[in-house]
């Protein structure tokens, strides 16, 4: 084989492996990541039902229950147009307080009731996750579209 083939050769094994080497880097990728949908999206069925996803929205006052076994607790998150229950199993962080803005990471149960395995509390008085407050604002002038339209589309 001449030399002018063998770095042919070896280009193109060269290019294959860094193909396979991108390959696997973005397989990986693919599988952490967890997209955020607002009660909702979830109530319009656009989240996925077999996948981990988070939600996101306010606690809302009065929803907060905790079980017998003192570590499962089960709230209500909303986005002031539509609410979701959250049940979740493990101690809340401390700034965790109905009224205030949550982010769940999950899977939706047949249920219909999201199964939460992490919960973050936003950490202080003007701090939100941008996905909450957009869901939040995005809600909020849908509503107020609808009770200017007397609820008509």
Do not use: W
Request: aromatic share 6%.
């Amino acid at each position: 084989m001449k030399p002018r083939h063998q770095r042919m050769v070896a280009i193109g094994a060269g290019v294959a492996l860094i193909a396979i080497a991108a390959a696997l880097v973005l397989n990986a990728f693919q599988g952490n990541v967890v997209f955020f949908f607002s009660p909702s999206q979830i109530a319009a069925r656009e989240a996925p039902q077999d996948k981990t996803f988070r939600v996101g929205g306010m606690v809302e006052k009065g929803s907060l229950k905790r079980q017998a076994d003192g570590l499962t607790v089960t709230f209500i998150v909303t986005d002031t147009a539509k609410s979701i229950p959250v049940t979740y199993t493990g101690i809340l962080p401390d700034l965790f307080k109905e009224g205030k803005g949550v982010v769940a990471q999950g899977k939706l149960g047949p249920d219909g009731a999201f199964h939460a395995s992490e919960v973050l509390a936003k950490h202080d008085e003007n701090y939100m996750p941008p996905e909450a407050a957009h869901a939040l604002s995005k809600a909020e002038a849908e509503k107020a579209a609808k009770s200017v339209t007397g609820g008509a589309r």
